[in-house]
Each structure stands twice: as C-alpha cells, then as structure tokens.
C-alpha cells in the first residue's frame, strides 16, 4: 500500500531532551515535507526537501533540524524541545506539487 | 509570497442541507489550488485539486468545488451533506514557481447535525 509513515504516533517528553520523529514513505516521491498543526492556524511548513540532500527552510523553521540522506526517509529533529513545540506534526511527500501531498497519519508531541 | 484564507472557522450545518465552505488566496503568479479534509484523529486527505482548464472541479464524497480568478477564490460546495462529512476542511494553495511549498488555510470545521 502507497504511504507515508510516521513514528511514533503519541510522544511525551521533557524540555531540552533531544528526540527525532521518523519518516518513510514507499511512492518513489522526490518532494518531502514536514507540517506543524495548531488550532485555528491550520498547518505551517517546518522543512521540506526536493530531493536526496537538498533541504530547505520553510515558514517556520526555527527549533528544527531536518536530513534527507535517502530518497524514503525525512526525519524530523528537535535538538532541545521547548513547550511551544508542543503540536501535532505531519510529514508528507509528492512527485510534484500538481499531484498534492500524500499525509502521514501525524505525531502528535507534547512537550513539558 | 502566496497567502489562504479560510473565512469561517465554522460552519454549523444539518444533515441534506448545502454547505459552501469559503477560501481565498493571494498569489502574484499563477497557482494550483486543493482541498483537504481530516477526520478527527487522521492525517490529510486531498478532496479535489484545480490545476487549469476548467473551472468547476470535482473531487470524491461529492463535493465540488470552482476556481474564480478575478475574485481570488476556490469556494468548496457540496449540495447534501451527511453526518459523516463532519470534519475539518483546509485549503491550501501552490504556486507554479514556488518549488511544490505547499501554503494552508487556518482551517473550517464543518459540524453536520441531525
């Protein structure tokens, strides 16, 4: 089945303790994403990649580190989350923007 | 830079009644423009997307919606709802030139009551 795989789907951790959110996806696509969700501001881009070792800053940056050492694989990283990260998070993937991401069932983070 | 509004957060609806859930954008270039809805506790599924040609595009579950130019809008329709299309509708743009970013709305949750 085509998709994108997120783990882990729930996460609690503490300020400051380094963790990474995985991502997969089994399409072939060259185009990943990540998206942060928050109530009332719909999603925001975190990072996306155009390809193996080309990344990008997206609208929101900031706090987040990203690699695309392989085509599959786009982890999401937080070097030392902070409770403003607390959010639900979806990583997505495309071969072209005209075809419109395919989601990821979505990490959703609480961090205290 | 590319832009989406989503102008009701809202939209309280009965079941078999009409929804027309609202969205602008601003672009200074051309755009693809799509619709998503998320079921609670689910990622994004794409509704139905507007890449050129005609205007009125039609997605699954019945919905439609029209691309409008001159006004900057991508309104989503559907003529009978059912309680199982409660969910949250977001609308999101592209531009052509924008390297596949993909830019959301803030979101409409759709509540279809009996």
């Known amino acids: 089945e085509a998709q994108v795989t997120q783990n882990p789907r729930y996460l609690i951790t503490v300020t400051g303790k380094k963790l990474t959110v995985t991502c997969s996806q089994n399409?072939?696509?060259?185009?990943m994403s990540w998206y942060r969700q928050d109530p009332g501001l719909g999603l925001r881009q975190i990072y996306y990649?155009?390809?193996?070792?080309?990344?990008d800053k997206g609208d929101v940056p900031e706090g987040y580190k990203v690699s695309r050492k392989e085509k599959r694989n786009f982890p999401l990283i937080l070097e030392s989350p902070s409770p403003n990260q607390t959010s639900l998070y979806f990583c997505?993937?495309?071969?072209?923007?005209?075809?419109?991401?395919?989601f990821g069932s979505g990490t959703r983070l609480t961090v205290v | 830079a590319q832009s989406v509004t989503q102008l009701d957060s809202q939209v309280p609806v009965f079941e078999e009644a009409p929804v027309e859930l609202r969205c602008n954008y601003s672009?200074?270039?051309?755009?693809?423009l799509f619709w998503y809805v998320q079921y609670p506790n689910q990622g994004l599924q794409l509704l139905l997307k507007?890449?050129?040609?005609?205007?009125l595009v039609k997605g699954i579950n019945g919905f439609e919606a029209e691309f409008n130019k001159s006004q900057t809008s991508f309104h989503l329709r559907k003529p009978s709802v059912h309680i199982s299309d409660t969910a949250e509708y977001f609308c999101?743009?592209?531009?052509?030139?924008?390297?596949?970013?993909?830019?959301f709305g803030g979101g409409t949750r759709l509540m279809v009551k009996p």
């Open positions: 997505a993937s495309t071969p072209r923007g005209a075809d419109g991401y395919t």
């Open positions: 507007y890449l050129s040609g005609s205007t």
């Open positions: 999101a743009v592209s531009e052509w030139n924008a390297g596949n970013m993909l830019t």
């Open positions: 672009s200074s270039v051309s755009v693809y």
């Open positions: 399409m072939n696509h060259e185009y």
């Open positions: 990649s155009m390809n193996v070792e080309v990344t």
